[in-house]
């Protein structure tokens, strides 16, 4: 005999109450501080044109005090666990790379920011950004003002615009980290049925995790900063159960742990053109996949 479930009580509504204001209250407390610092923000960019120096420090300084309060946020305050998994085991501090992911959540850019923050980078990183974004205050004009580079999703436009960046990063007396989601998009159902067919055409295998990496703005990175990289960070977030958390499960609290893997490819082992380069890439992304199925099924 089926029994009828028990409505929720009293003291069950004021937990849920609580969690809900706890939420609000957190998310305010994470983004409130970076709408304020765009004001300083803007006004030490403006620097620039006769102290490029002072304006690269103030990018770098803000960008690594307000990442470092949202990792101590998530870290203490929503008690997430990010565990970084590296090959080889010690990863150099200090170098100029290209980081790739794969893109299945807005939580996301908030693991790339922990690993970062692990190896003393978290103000050197720079992000390959939808052009569109520029014009949001908060995240937008803060990443505009430390030197991430907007696209448009046009090769011809974004190419050249592209190299004026990577010269400046070249210029730079510090490091840089230039993070890349190859799949152009976050992954859903839909978009992985797309690059099982793309896949099919190609005479590979379907993916099931990751979908079909685009390949040209990481070759032309390597190209733009040439002699100035030293190696490419291949970063795999693995989420419990593949299933990629919401920005707004974080703040509720309802997702504590997660684990990433890291590997490290020197510059000097890659293929030598750009063709080769991007068959390297799309073979990377099978090894992801790989990976995420190798954890899924744990």
């Not at 992000?127 to 569109?132: H, I, L, Q």
């Not at 010269?167 to 978009?191: A, M, N």
């Not at 099931?208 to 100035?228: C, D, Q, Y």
């Not at 997660?258 to 490290?264: I, Q, Y």
Request: some cysteine.
């Amino acid at each position: 005999m089926l029994q009828a479930q028990s409505e929720p009580g009293p003291l069950s509504a004021i937990r849920l109450a609580y969690t809900w204001i706890k939420a609000i209250i957190l998310s305010m407390v994470a983004f409130i501080p970076l709408f304020m610092i765009n004001l300083p923000q803007g006004i030490l960019w403006l620097t620039r044109p006769f102290a490029p120096r002072v304006a690269d420090w103030s990018g770098r300084f803000f960008a690594d005090k307000y990442w470092s309060y949202v990792v101590w946020l998530l870290e203490t305050v929503y008690n997430l666990q990010v565990d970084i998994e590296c090959e080889p085991a010690q990863i150099p501090i200090g170098e100029t790379i290209i980081i790739v992911a794969n893109h299945q959540s807005y939580v996301d850019p908030l693991v790339l920011l922990a690993v970062s923050r692990r190896y003393k980078a978290i103000g050197d990183l720079r992000f390959f950004v939808k052009d569109g974004l520029k014009f949001v205050p908060g995240p937008g004009w803060g990443m505009y003002f430390i030197d991430c580079i907007f696209l448009k999703r046009n090769w011809q436009q974004d190419a050249a615009h592209m190299q004026i960046f990577f010269d400046r990063y070249k210029k730079k007396k510090y490091p840089t980290w230039i993070h890349i989601f190859p799949e152009g998009t976050r992954r859903t159902l839909k978009k992985q049925e797309a690059t099982v067919a793309y896949a099919k055409e190609k005479g590979r295998p379907p993916l099931k995790h990751v979908l079909w990496p685009r390949t040209k703005g990481f070759t032309a990175t390597i190209e733009g900063m040439g002699s100035h990289l030293q190696a490419v960070y291949d970063l795999t977030i693995m989420y419990p159960e593949n299933k990629a958390p919401g920005l707004w499960g974080v703040f509720l609290g309802n997702f504590r742990h997660l684990k990433v893997k890291l590997t490290r490819y020197p510059i000097a082992d890659l293929p030598p053109t750009a063709e080769e380069r991007s068959r390297w890439m799309v073979d990377l992304f099978y090894k992801k996949d790989a990976l995420l199925e190798q954890s899924s099924s744990k």
